[in-house]
């Protein structure tokens, strides 16, 4: 999907794809397996995130802290006021996904002539 930034520059978003297998049953606590990953047939809908990880709150530098809630929630208004619908925050084991963000420029295939 494309998103707008500044209003006037574009950008592609690769949303879910996902890099290891899902770190649920006898993969918990163990380190990411990346043979063997999830398969699909054509194109892949890359327009939704995926869940997150489960996380306990931080238990860091309050003011630190802070700091990224804050640029976290600034970059997610960014997101979702370009989503059709607001975003749900889910949360499951099965969070090993990647989201890639790229100038709209640098999706088209160079020439190489």
Known sequence: MYITRFRTKRIAAY????????????????????TDLPQWD???????????????????DE????????HD???????ESQLEEPRKKE???DCLYLNVYLPADDTQPKNTD
């Open 42 to 60: 054509g194109v892949r809908n890359a327009t939704l995130y995926a869940p997150d990880c489960m996380q306990s709150e931080a238990k860091s």
């Open 73 to 79: 929630e600034l970059f997610m208004k960014l997101l």
């Open 63 to 70: 003011v630190q802290q802070r700091i990224w809630d804050k």
């Open 91 to 93: 949360y499951s084991e």
């Open 15 to 34: 949303l879910g794809i996902p890099y290891a297998q899902p770190p649920i049953e006898f993969r918990r606590f163990a380190a990411p397996e990346y």
